[in-house]
T-cell receptor, first 117, second 111 residues
Framework: GAVVSQHPSWVICKSGTSVKIECRSL??????MFWYRQFPKQSLMLMAT?????????EQGVEKDKFLINHASLTLSTLTVTSAHPEDSSFYIC?????????????FGDGTRLSIL | EDQVTQSPEALRLQEGESSSLNCSYT??????LFWYRQDPGKGPEFLFT???AGEEKEKERLKATLTKKESFLHITAPKPEDSATYLC????????????FGQGTELSVKP
């Protein structure tokens, strides 16, 4: 089945640090990947849609200069949280859909737990 | 505005006690309704996709059904390993593949 790998799984860092999270589709190609944020006991909130070879599309209220997205290949998208602060602490999850079949569901990575001290 | 509401927020069952989870939705042109299972500290795991009213899908103890306004996830004779949060999401046409998630139902099955 389709596998999405996310790295790292857990990050603790000081306030003001920038953190990069990687999302890879391991056995399929994905033109589009999605980045979500999830707070405890809440559902997934879409932050942005990452498109290979073009600029990401951000949801309303999400700062594009704060959350930098790069989608340089059909199997890799990265999310960089710049100058992170404690309020950025959350669970970040990526997903990808197989390029070859638009009816395929999104497959999710196992998330990155980000804790800013 | 597209919206997904799941109920109940939490459900506690005894092992073997069958029940149903509800997902009510409004979307301008349903392309697909998705059910996912999420374990603590993990990403969602895909369960089912439903495309049109009247459609049903089954997997082991789970059965998903769809009407024009809601979907149900029926759990028959659940086991403790079925404990998880179950998420419902909808995708509309012309939305670039975006999913709108409900808040989830946290299921706990006691032995």
């Amino acid at each position: 089945g389709a596998v999405v790998s996310q790295h790292p799984s857990w990050v603790i860092c000081k306030s003001g640090t920038s953190v990069k999270i990687e999302c890879r589709s391991l056995d399929f190609q994905a033109t589009t990947m999605f980045w979500y944020r999830q707070f405890p006991k809440q559902s997934l909130m879409l932050m942005a849609t990452s498109n290979e070879g073009s600029k990401a599309t951000y949801e309303q209220g999400v700062e594009k200069d704060k959350f930098l997205i790069n989608h340089a290949s059909l199997t890799l998208s990265t999310l960089t949280v710049t100058s992170a602060h404690p309020e950025d602490s959350s669970f970040y999850i990526c997903s990808a859909r197989d390029l070859g079949d638009s009816n395929q569901p999104q497959h999710f990575g196992d998330g990155t737990r980000l804790s800013i001290l | 505005e597209d919206q997904v509401t799941q109920s109940p927020e939490a459900l506690r069952l005894q092992e073997g006690e069958s029940s149903s989870l509800n997902c009510s939705y409004t979307v301008s042109g349903l392309r697909g309704l998705f059910w996912y299972r999420q374990d603590p500290g993990k990403g969602p795991e895909f369960l089912f996709t439903l495309y049109s009213a009247g459609e049903e899908k089954e997997k082991e103890r789970l059965k998903a059904t769809l009407t024009k306004k809601e979907s149900f996830l029926h759990i028959t004779a659940p086991k403790p390993e079925d404990s998880a949060t179950y998420l419902c999401a909808v995708q509309g046409w012309n939305q670039g593949g975006k999913l709108i998630f409900g808040q989830g139902t946290e299921l706990s099955v006691k032995p």
